[in-house]
T-cell receptor
Framework: DADVTQTPRNRITKTGKRIMLECSQT?????MYWYRQDPGLGLQLIYYSFDVKDINKGEISDGYSVSRQAQAKFSLSLESAIPNQTALYFC???????????FGPGTRLLVL | AQKITQTQPGMFVQEKEAVTLDCTYD???????LFWYKQPSSGEMIFLIYQGSYDEQNATEGRYSLNFQKARKSANLVISASQLGDSAMYFC?????????????FGTGTRLQVTL
């Protein structure tokens, strides 16, 4: 079984809809991250969390919110989706500062 | 703020040959880590290799090695004996350890195509 899982793997939604992307990990890591990747570009950090009570904004947090429900679960929400949020979304985990970040398989989101 | 530059949008290499993917970085911090990730066409991000700023030896992981030149601020990835399965996008990333912030800053990637 994969250590970092994301659901759904693919999603098509309409402008204005609320959507939640979920991430679960079995690695026992405290730190979790959400990134987005636009075509032809590297990854940009949306939000990150160092433990259940800690949430931090990344480079491109506008239009997104997150919830850290447990050590193993970190959800990303788009309250009102817009077309330029069409992207590939990755969840990642690490065990410490400077520790390797391990990525989930990604969620392809298309906002029409 | 830190920055990663990958100047090669695309590279070709013949099977069984070695290839070097370039990566330069910019940071004013002394403590940082450098990472390389592989992204095949299926989309997942696969961790390949890591180099800490205080590591004196170049990192190696199987066919992957990282040519770390701190004074030049470069962290090139060398893949030896290329295989068809190495065809993918490759991303260089840096994580700076100052303070409590912990985030990877990625370059724009290099697309490697391995040919017969």
């Amino acid at each position: 079984d994969a250590d970092v899982t994301q659901t759904p793997r693919n999603r098509i939604t309409k402008t204005g809809k609320r959507i939640m992307l979920e991430c679960s990990q079995t690695k026992g890591h405290d730190r979790m991250y959400w990134y987005r990747q636009d075509p032809g570009l590297g990854l940009q950090l949306i939000y990150y969390s160092f433990d259940v009570k800690d949430i931090n904004k990344g480079e491109i947090s506008d239009g997104y919110s997150v919830s850290r429900q447990a050590q193993a679960k970190f959800s990303l929400s788009l309250e009102s989706a817009i077309p330029n949020q069409t992207a590939l979304y990755f969840c990642a985990t690490s065990d410490s500062l400077g520790g390797t970040q391990y990525f989930g398989p990604g969620t392809r989101l298309l906002v029409l | 703020a830190q920055k990663i530059t990958q100047t090669q949008p695309g590279m070709f290499v013949q099977e069984k040959e070695a290839v070097t993917l370039d990566c330069t970085y910019d940071t004013s911090d002394q403590s940082y880590g450098l990472f390389w990730y592989k992204q095949p066409s299926s989309g997942e991000m696969i961790f390949l290799i890591y180099q800490g700023s205080y590591d004196e030896q170049n990192a190696t992981e199987g066919r992957y090695s990282l040519n770390f030149q701190k004074a030049r601020k470069s962290a090139n990835l060398v893949i030896s004996a290329s295989q068809l399965g190495d065809s993918a996008m490759y991303f260089c990333a840096i994580e700076v350890w100052g303070g409590t912030a912990s985030k990877l800053t990625f370059g724009t990637g290099t697309r490697l195509q391995v040919t017969l």
